[in-house]
């Protein structure tokens, strides 16, 4: 079992930036990856980026560099750096876990919302 604990949500104006984390606790299987989908209302959950054990990452294409994406493995913790925020990137962020040894695990997701 893999528990998820997000934090680093809230509500930011366009331009601005934050930074979400994940901290993951439990049996983690080697190897693995950690990352970040986002969903809006009436659309599909869409990856956002993940990141191996090993330090490989995998971006969308529409993060345009805005975002990076970063893991201390001494703390179980990934990171998402969010920065030159814009109203389309309003959505629920959830954290995932994912590795071939067993089905993926999910946070409960945080709240990101961007005002104009």
């Known amino acids: 079992q893999v528990q998820l604990v997000e934090s680093g949500g809230g509500l930011v104006q366009a331009g601005g930036s934050l930074r979400l984390s994940c901290a993951a606790s439990?049996?983690?299987?080697?190897?693995?990856?950690m990352g970040w989908y986002r969903q809006a209302p009436g659309k599909q959950r869409e990856l956002v980026a993940a990141i191996t054990n090993g330090g490989r990452t995998n971006y969308a294409d529409f993060m345009k560099g805005r975002f990076t994406i970063s893991r201390d493995n001494t703390k179980n913790t990934v990171y998402l750096q969010m920065n030159s925020l814009q109203p389309e990137d309003t959505a629920v962020y959830y954290c995932?876990?994912?590795?071939?040894?067993?089905?993926?695990?999910w946070g409960q997701g945080t709240q990101v919302t961007v005002s104009s």
């Open positions: 439990g049996n983690m299987f080697i190897p693995n990856s």
């Open positions: 995932n876990f994912k590795s071939d040894f067993e089905l993926p695990y």
